[in-house]
């Protein structure tokens, strides 16, 4: 509550760093490029494991066969989403973000809309891209069923996000840090 308050008394050129520094502090975070690709890699592998076969079982019938074909191209899938994140979302989303977001605004309403931003992106592109890798080829088919498949799979994905693989991966970051500080503590 007192950060919060503080950075209401601050200069504007002064709340960005501030930011920075509040959310550095934040244990369900990664705070350096070896965490962030722990952290990447827990969300990506449960969203990837969690989100395409449940689209995949929407789409072609929850039958063990569509389980096992979604199987075959997850690992293609997975490197494909690394990528956007990576290449496209995070720099798109960082720059959302702010727009949205107040200095005094909270942790989760910072992380809702992270979410929501990666959701939409990631999701727009995958409902075409995924749909190439899973056919093993580009054709105009998910682009003409876009406005169809992209609303159930931004659904499926959000819920995927916002209820189990960020919740996870923060839980994953808290532990890191608690064990982290422990070892600091008793060295």
Same mark, same amino acid.
């Given at each position: 509550m007192?950060?919060?308050? &503080?950075?209401? *008394? $601050?200069l504007p050129s002064e709340i960005p760093?501030?930011?920075?520094?509040?959310?550095?502090?934040?244990? $369900?975070?990664? $705070?350096?490029?070896?965490?962030? *690709?722990?952290?990447l890699a827990i969300i990506s592998i449960l969203s990837v494991?969690? *989100?395409a076969p449940i689209?995949?079982?929407?789409?072609?019938?929850?039958?063990?066969?569509?389980y096992f074909d979604t199987l075959q191209v997850i690992p293609f899938v997975w490197i &494909?989403?690394?990528?956007?994140?990576?290449?496209?979302?995070?720099? *798109?989303?960082?720059?959302?973000?702010?727009?949205f977001v107040q200095?005094?605004?909270?942790?989760?309403? $910072?992380?809702?809309?992270?979410?929501?931003?990666?959701?939409?992106?990631?999701?727009?592109?995958?409902?075409?891209i995924g749909s190439w890798i899973g056919m093993g080829e580009i054709s105009v088919e998910p682009i003409q069923t876009f406005f169809y498949s992209w609303p159930r799979n931004f659904f499926i994905a959000f819920?995927?996000?916002?209820?189990?693989a960020q919740?996870?991966?923060r839980f994953a970051m808290k532990k890191l840090h608690e064990s982290q500080e422990r070892k600091t503590v008793n060295a």
């Open positions: 007192t950060k919060n308050i &503080c950075l209401m *008394i $601050r760093y501030l930011e920075m520094t509040i959310m550095h502090e934040e244990t $369900r975070l990664p $705070r350096n490029g070896k965490e962030f *690709i722990l952290f494991n969690i *989100i689209i995949m079982g929407f789409e072609f019938g929850f039958k063990k066969q569509v &494909c989403v690394i990528l956007l994140v990576t290449l496209v979302a995070n720099p *798109i989303v960082s720059k959302l973000v702010p727009k200095p005094t605004d909270g942790f989760n309403a $910072r992380v809702l809309f992270n979410i929501l931003f990666s959701v939409t992106i990631l999701s727009m592109l995958l409902t075409v819920w995927v996000e916002a209820l189990i919740p996870i991966a």
